[in-house]
């Protein structure tokens, strides 16, 4: 066991785990952020995609150390009140149904936003092949990735 | 007694969805016990005078908030946002005064909550617009007496009661002491579909700002104080017994609290398994690797998947039980002017939902409390009742939100065992399963090999068709099941009309016999019926000579089939079809709605068959929303898909062979079509909008690959890129 600082969400939390504890199971159940989703375990499905110093990780897959005093921003440092253009443009484009991978998804699709203000479908296949959605939501996602990169670049020339 | 339970239940609500004071509660009452024939709308009043404990369906407080109470699960499906929508049409609100919670299970109360079968809004579309109706003409009555005025001299809208003439107006919140105080009417006129303001319009789901920014509370998010966390090894040959178990070096992991034997409830028989209980998910799981079973697995048959179907194979040259026979077959097949025959295989498949089965129980002396993901709660608390020995009111079944369900999550095993665990233990307890478990453990959707044969005349009609079915029956795995009985499933799928056109035809079915648990799966036997008689539909139609549209068109008599023939004919440009292009289709029936697809197919560049379009149809008849039946055809569709072209679970040595999604393989965004959705428009009964759209994609998809390429595919699943 150590004792370890997660700085989640610009906030800091000091949690006493297992060195090797996935930072999935410590963000959940030690630190009760339950936005972040296990899905496989093995990092195939992308349901606990969070950001690690603003790079979208598996984070069933990384060792809890590992992820230590860095910055990680998980589906809830995104915006508590769904004001990210792309959790509109989730919501305008009526993307999720059971909502389940949904965290990742956002988590994918903000970090390929941020890159990439233009993505084309080539872009989005990359960086979106990695999640999987049993609802099949795909058709959505894509649109929604498009409709979240006009709502980014309104709000830019608004500024 | 009843007092107590009255108050505490009334209380409960009160405390769930945070009304204050009085308020306008309108239920049904059964008082035939859940039985939903007997049905009537009773308020609050009248429930007191009958001394029963009102269900509150509808309740609207003081200051005009309404609250619904939702007995169906959500897993994505919608009913989140469909059943508000219908009671707003009638009770004249806006959406935004709504608010939904989730019921308990209880079907004395809710009648059926079994969250299967399409059945939300099919089952109870009736039900919620005469109750909305009901509650909107005791606000509209409350208010002419108050104006001393003639109630017909009143209307309502947007949460208020209007006086036409004089315009003055009172809000809902003003009335529900003197509405709550009057008889609910009887028999109120419903609206015309044409003047609804609500109903059939794409309006934006409640349910997706949840989860849109990690709100949405699903099974595996729900956190009690001093809540443990378990992870069960289970016998992954189902049935076998624990002989013994080494728990030395679970013991050693750090948070690990509790290691013991479990069993599962799973369709009766005690599935057995050994618990590891921790402080964190991750020390039960770990604490369970360290851990070392020795199963007694004697007894059954260990199950290849070649095995299976080799049996099934034999089964379907033999007899079968006889579900549906009209003429004679033989003789008419024998007289056929062409005739056909084709095998056709379908894989067992895991449902995967992205939510691993989870559950969280809280056993303790005299009461047990239940959360999850879970599809039939009323299923849940009869179970657990007769496990404990409870009464039923001792057992409250919560519903979180679903993270997907496809039928896995309405079985009552998993919180069976959760509830077994905390028992023993004497903590609430989080069951987790690992991707693995759920991806190898079942129920899964049962293999299937199907024989058809088909006579034709020399008009091109079919004179005979006859179906053979082997498989699993869903319905014979209790111990004892009576095996002889036929599989009234045998022609799900099929488009009723044919029973009509078809002068001779027999189906029946050949049960395999078969240790591995199986159930439900989206769609459940229509998902593989309909590969199997569609594709043999479209042989049947080029054997004949015709165009497989025109060959349905000629047996589906029926004005409602012949405009969702017309209707894909046009959408998807069947007659105008390029060059190098192939197109199939396939139309199935099932939970009574009717949907056809048009898959559309070329070559690309390197020769490897690529989907282009799919085209769907859906006649569900009455409907709520033409967005989520839009989004729930497209999601049936890429399910559809994955079954077809991407994953299938097999079995060596009585275990499943595929554990997690590198071996059983999702379609992804990839993988995806261009895919258009369609909705008729009539004045049908209300028919199922979740699975309906997953049939008909398997056998036009095919069915197009057959046209570009003159290859027939009756094995699934197949892979795109070895065409």
């Given at each position: ?159 | ?276 209980v921790a402080d964190n998910t991750w020390a039960a799981m770990q604490g369970r690797k360290a851990l070392k079973v020795e199963w007694d697995d004697s007894g059954f048959e260990y199950h290849s998947t070649d095995q299976l179907y080799s049996k099934m194979k034999e089964q379907v040259k033999g007899d079968v039980i006889s579900f549906k026979t009209k003429g004679n077959f033989n003789s008419s097949f024998a007289k056929a002017d062409k005739k056909l025959e084709a095998l056709y295989e379908t894989p067992y498949e895991s449902h995967s939902c992205m939510e691993p089965l989870n559950c969280v129980a809280n056993v303790t002396a005299d009461a047990c409390e239940i959360w999850g993901p879970i599809q039939a709660p009323d299923w849940v608390q009869g179970n657990l ?222 020769g490897k068959v690529r989907i282009d379009k799919v085209w769907a149809v859906m006649d569900c008849g009455w409907y709520v929303n033409p967005d989520i039946i839009r989004g729930q055809v497209e999601g049936s569709i890429v399910m559809a898909l994955g079954a077809a072209t991407k994953h299938a679970t097999h079995f060596a040595d009585g275990k499943a062979v595929e554990k997690n999604f590198n071996t059983y393989m999702m379609p992804r965004i990839t993988d995806i079509p261009e895919i258009e959705v369609y909705v008729m428009e009539n004045e049908e009964k209300a028919g199922g909008v979740g699975e309906p759209g997953l049939p008909p994609f398997t056998p036009a998809l095919t069915n197009a690959i057959f046209d570009l390429t003159g290859k027939r595919i009756r ?9």
């Open positions: 066991m150590a004792s370890l600082n997660l700085k989640i969400n610009n906030k800091t939390y000091t949690v006493d785990a297992d060195p090797k504890m996935p930072l999935l199971w410590a963000i959940r159940d030690i630190v009760g952020l339950t936005g972040t989703k296990y899905g496989c375990g093995i990092a195939q499905c992308g349901a606990c995609t969070v950001h690690l110093e603003g790079t979208p990780v598996r984070s069933c897959s990384i060792p809890v150390s590992a992820a230590a005093n860095k910055n990680i921003t998980t589906i809830e440092g995104i915006s508590p009140d769904n004001s990210h253009p792309v959790q509109q443009a989730w919501i305008q484009e009526q993307v999720p149904q059971c909502g389940y991978c949904q965290s990742g998804q956002i988590m994918a699709a903000t970090a390929l936003l941020k890159k990439n203000a233009n993505p084309s479908d080539k872009d989005i296949d990359a960086a979106m092949q990695g999640h999987i959605c049993r609802c099949g939501t795909y058709p959505r996602i894509r649109k929604a990735i498009k409709t979240a990169s006009i709502l980014m670049s309104q709000k830019a020339s608004t500024k | 007694m009843e007092t107590i339970n009255k108050n505490l239940s009334r209380r409960n609500f009160i405390k769930l969805s945070g009304l204050s004071g009085a308020a306008l509660t309108l239920g049904l009452y059964m008082p035939a016990f859940g039985k939903e024939s007997s049905t009537e709308i009773i308020s609050e009043a009248t429930a007191e005078n009958l001394g029963i404990d009102l269900n509150a369906w509808i309740s609207i407080d003081t200051s005009g908030k309404v609250t619904i109470t939702n007995h169906r699960a959500e897993m994505g499906q919608g009913s989140f946002q469909s059943v508000p929508q219908i009671i707003a049409e009638e009770l004249e609100v806006n959406l935004d005064q709504v608010n939904i919670i989730f019921a308990q299970g209880n079907n004395k109360k809710y009648g059926s909550q079994i969250t299967g079968g399409s059945s939300t809004i099919r089952g109870n579309y009736q039900k919620l617009l005469k109750l909305s109706a009901t509650a909107r003409e005791m606000l509209i009555e409350a208010a002419a007496k108050k104006w001393n005025v003639a109630k017909s001299e009143c209307y309502a809208e947007n949460g208020f009661v209007i006086h036409k003439s004089s315009g003055k107006k009172l809000g809902y919140g003003d009335l529900v002491e003197d509405a709550s105080k009057l008889q609910p009417p009887h028999d109120v006129a419903l609206k015309d579909p044409k003047d609804y303001k609500v109903l059939r319009k794409s309006l934006p789901r409640q349910d997706t700002p949840l989860k849109t920014n990690g709100t949405a509370i699903f099974g595996l998010d729900k956190k009690l104080p001093g809540m443990l966390y378990a992870s069960v090894e289970r016998n992954p040959r189902f049935v076998g017994k624990v002989k013994s178990f080494d728990d030395s070096e679970t013991k050693k992991v750090p948070g690990v609290k509790h290691v013991l034997k479990v069993t599962r409830d799973t369709f009766g028989n005690m599935f057995e398994g050994v618990a590891v009742a007769g496990a404990l020995k409870l009464p039923m009111e001792k057992v409250i079944v919560n519903m979180t939100f679903l993270g997907g369900g496809f039928g896995r999550k309405a079985f009552t095993d998993y919180p069976f065992e959760a509830a077994m665990i905390s028992k023993e233990i004497k903590a609430p307890v989080q069951v987790v399963w690992s991707r693995e478990d759920d991806t190898t453990l079942g129920p899964f959707r049962p293999g299937m090999v199907y024989q058809c044969k088909g006579g034709l005349g020399k008009n091109g009609m079919i004179t005979a068709f006859e179906t053979k079915m082997a498989g699993q029956n869903m319905n014979q795995q209790n111990p004892g099941a009576d095996r002889t009985g036929y599989n009234s499933s045998t022609t799900e799928g099929l488009l009723e009309p044919f029973f009509e056109s078809i002068p001779h035809y027999s189906f029946g079915d050949s049960p395999l016999n078969s240790p591995i648990p199986v159930m439900w799966w989206r769609s459940v036997y229509a998902s593989t019926n309909g590969f199997a008689l569609e594709s043999f539909m479209d042989e049947m139609a080029l054997e004949a000579g015709k165009d497989p549209l025109d060959f349905r068109r000629s047996h589906l008599g029926e004005q409602r089939y012949q405009l969702l023939i017309d209707k894909l004919e046009e959408v998807s440009g069947w007659k105008k079809r390029g060059k190098n292009e192939g197109y199939g289709v396939a139309i199935t029936e099932c939970f009574t709605s009717i949907v056809g697809e048009v898959v559309k197919v070329s070559k690309k560049a390197d094995v699934l699943p197949f892979k795109l890129e070895e065409i």
